[in-house]
Every structure is written in C-alpha cells, then in structure tokens.
C-alpha cells in the first residue's frame, strides 16, 4: 500500500492544477499510471478501508477528461489520498499508551504481526481470565464460572464480588448493572464468535475491540480497588 500511497500523494500535492485545469490533455501514459496506482490502492485497502475503496476504484476513470483533468474529482481524490496519507503516517504504536497494561501483554505482539482477529480475541480473554481469578479469590471452593456466566456472577447487580461505588443509589444500581451487562456482552458478542469460528477482522476493528477490552480491563481496576479484594 505504501508505494501506491506515496506516489499518489506526491502526485496530487505536486500537480500543477493551473496548468491541466480544465482545457489542456493530460499526457496519456500519465492517465494510465495514476489509473493503475488507484486500482492497486484500491486493492489494498478493500479490506481495512472499504469506503475509500470503493471511491478509489468510482473515480478514478472519471478523473481525466479529454479536455484535462476534473476539477471536482480530482479535489474529491485529493481529499480521499491525503486521509489515507495521514493516517499512514500516524504510527498505530502510539494508541497502545492508552492500552491497559494486561490488555497490551496479550495482545500487542499479535496486533503488530498481523493477527488481528488473534489480538482482540487474547483482549477478551484476559477479561475472563482475570475475572475468574477474582470469583476464586472471593468464593474459594466453588466451582468457577465461566464466560458470560463469570461476568454475571462477579459483577452482578445483586450480589456483586467486585462493586464499582456505592449501590444504595439509583445512580450506583445503574453503574453496576450496565457495566455487568457491557462485561457479559463482551463475552457473547465479541469474545465467543472468535473463539469458536476461524474470523478475520480489519485492524480499524481490532483495535476498536482492543480499546473496548482496555477500557473494561481499567474499570475492573476501580472496582478491585473500590472492593478492597487483593489478586
């Protein structure tokens, strides 16, 4: 991606729109080439990019005129490449500062090489994990749940092993019963699909499942430390 990248965006920064817009031909060895490096980015980011895959692959044969070169098009490309460009340059390393630290254990090394479905499964994992540890701690003896069941049992609205604030308040019900019910649903609808089927995913949504694990990995933080358990 970064060949095809690179050159279109040196080509749409350098252009000289004065010269091409909108009554002199464009060379026609140079339409072919621009042509051919959108087809090929288009390919390359079908996959993690589908949007701009497809506006890629729309207008590219409507960027050349016989009489030149399109100026809405070519300023809806433009746009299109520089996004594309930015982000490329933006390292995904930077967002694992964010990342809780258990989170970033198992799954950091996958995410960096390439497995994505991999990185946010191992996320979800750790979750389970971790609470499973907690229901042993507290209720020693008793056979440990797993799962969806796991979530229900240590972060229950009732009977909770781990409390997040003080539940004698409405407020205090409704935090502790929504983050039950956001723990419990990340392991039905994030964390099972994965484990039982061979899934691919994009990196965008990897990394989007690795922020939601984080983001319930450093709540279970607040709650062990709000319930006094020490792991």
């Known amino acids: ?9 040196n080509w749409f ?27 090929q980015l288009s ?34 490309l433009f746009g299109h490449i520089a996004y594309l460009y930015q982000k490329q340059s933006q390292p995904l390393s930077d967002i694992w500062d964010y990342i809780h630290p258990k989170i970033q254990t198992v799954s950091k090394d996958r995410f960096i090489a390439g497995f994505y479905a991999d990185a946010a499964e191992n996320a979800f994992k750790e979750i389970n994990a971790r609470t499973k540890r907690i229901y042993a701690i507290a209720r020693p003896n008793t056979p440990i ?20 604030c003080d539940r004698q308040t409405d407020s205090g ?4 019963l929504g983050f039950m019910k956001m ?13 039982h089927e061979n899934l691919n995913i994009s990196p965008d949504d990897a990394m ?24």
């Open 1 to 9: 991606m970064n060949e095809h990248l690179n050159f279109l965006n």
């Open 13 to 39: 920064t350098q252009i000289d729109c004065n010269r091409f817009f909108p009554n002199i031909p464009f060379p026609y060895v140079d339409i072919i080439l621009i042509q051919r490096h959108l087809t």
């Open 43 to 76: 390919q390359d980011i079908c996959q993690t990019e589908p949007f701009y895959s497809h506006e890629l692959s729309r207008l590219k044969d409507r960027l050349f005129l016989p009489q030149g070169v399109n100026p809405a098009v070519f300023g809806r």
């Open 145 to 164: 749940p797993h799962g969806a069941a796991a979530m229900t049992a240590v972060y229950s609205s009732n009977n909770p092993i781990v409390e997040f």
């Open 173 to 176: 019900q409704n935090t502790q």
């Open 183 to 195: 723990a419990e649903g990340a392991m039905l609808a994030l964390r099972n699909p994965k484990a």
């Open 208 to 231: 989007r499942q690795i922020m939601f694990a984080s983001m319930i990995m450093y709540k279970i933080d607040e709650g062990v430390a709000y319930s006094g358990i020490v792991e």
